[in-house]
């Protein structure tokens, strides 16, 4: 599988403002700074497509993106961020929650944590809410560069367990940075979305 062509679409905060394209969509969530824009950079391979910044909450609309004219990739805004009011964070949640539970075309969702850590209670929450409405989910661990080779499969086990992952739920860890699992991103993200390669 080939990601040949990548175009920003729209940035969109209501419902009334997502783009019509009718194409499918897939959705990276995860909270803020885990690396949702980067891996969009990553898969396009565009260096600027999707906004990345060292300070957490770079994201704070609804991003769509247009791949192999085919299928939209939406970055979302993080949750879990500390540093803003309440009443922001509010506002943030309703953003993502009003794109997951509205958009008539999101056919996948790819769930990013962060591979050095213990997912957090956001994280389980998401997941909880992916399994119970029976959405069709995959996870990813980013940062891998940043763990030691002794520590993968301890990573791996400990986001399956606090995820509480099947053997039927798909977990890859992957780096950004060094792009080392990208190709296996791809083609598990988009096997069954993409048309396969002429
Ligand atoms: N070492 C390393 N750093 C990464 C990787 N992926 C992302 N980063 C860094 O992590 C930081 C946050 O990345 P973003 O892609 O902006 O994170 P985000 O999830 O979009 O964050 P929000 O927009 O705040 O929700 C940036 O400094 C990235 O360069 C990776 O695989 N390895
Ligand atoms: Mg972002």
Same mark, same amino acid.
């Given at each position: 599988?080939?990601?040949? @062509?990548?175009?920003?679409?729209? *940035? $969109?905060?209501?419902?009334?403002?997502?783009?019509?394209?009718?194409?499918?969509?897939?959705?990276?969530?995860?909270?803020?700074?885990?690396?949702?824009?980067?891996?969009?950079? $990553?898969?396009?391979? +565009? +260096?600027?497509? $999707?906004?990345?910044?060292?300070?957490?909450?770079?994201?704070?609309?609804?991003?769509?993106?247009?791949?192999?004219?085919?299928?939209?990739?939406?970055?979302?805004?993080?949750?879990?961020?500390?540093?803003?009011?309440?009443?922001?964070?509010?506002?943030?949640?309703?953003?993502?929650?009003?794109?997951?539970? *509205? *958009?008539?075309?999101?056919?996948?969702?790819?769930?990013?944590?962060?591979? +050095? @850590?213990?997912?957090?209670?956001?994280?389980? $929450?998401?997941?909880?809410?992916?399994?119970?409405?029976?959405?069709?989910?995959?996870?990813?661990?980013?940062?891998?560069?940043?763990?030691?080779?002794?520590?993968?499969?301890? *990573?791996?086990?400990?986001?399956?367990?606090?995820?509480?992952?099947?053997?039927?739920?798909?977990?890859?860890?992957?780096?950004?940075?060094?792009?080392?699992?990208?190709?296996?991103?791809?083609?598990?993200?988009? @096997?069954?979305?993409?048309?396969?390669?002429?």
């Amino acid at each position: 599988m080939k990601i040949k @062509h990548a175009d920003f679409i729209t *940035s $969109a905060v209501r419902k009334n403002q997502y783009p019509e394209t009718g194409h499918p969509e897939v959705a990276f969530v995860g909270r803020s700074n885990v690396g949702k824009s980067t891996i969009i950079n $990553a898969i396009t391979n +565009r +260096r600027k497509l $999707a906004k990345v910044s060292n300070t957490p909450g770079r994201t704070r609309l609804v991003n769509f993106f247009l791949i192999n004219e085919a299928a939209m990739l939406v970055d979302l805004p993080g949750y879990g961020y500390a540093k803003i009011s309440k009443t922001e964070k509010a506002a943030w949640g309703k953003i993502i929650e009003d794109y997951i539970n *509205s *958009s008539p075309h999101l056919k996948r969702f790819v769930l990013l944590v962060d591979s +050095r @850590h213990k997912p957090t209670a956001d994280d389980i $929450a998401m997941m909880e809410y992916f399994r119970y409405f029976e959405k069709d989910v995959v996870v990813i661990g980013t940062k891998l560069d940043k763990l030691k080779r002794n520590d993968i499969r301890k *990573s791996e086990k400990l986001i399956r367990e606090t995820l509480e992952l099947t053997d039927k739920d798909q977990l890859i860890l992957y780096s950004s940075t060094s792009r080392e699992n990208l190709q296996a991103v791809i083609d598990l993200v988009f @096997h069954d979305i993409l048309p396969e390669d002429e």
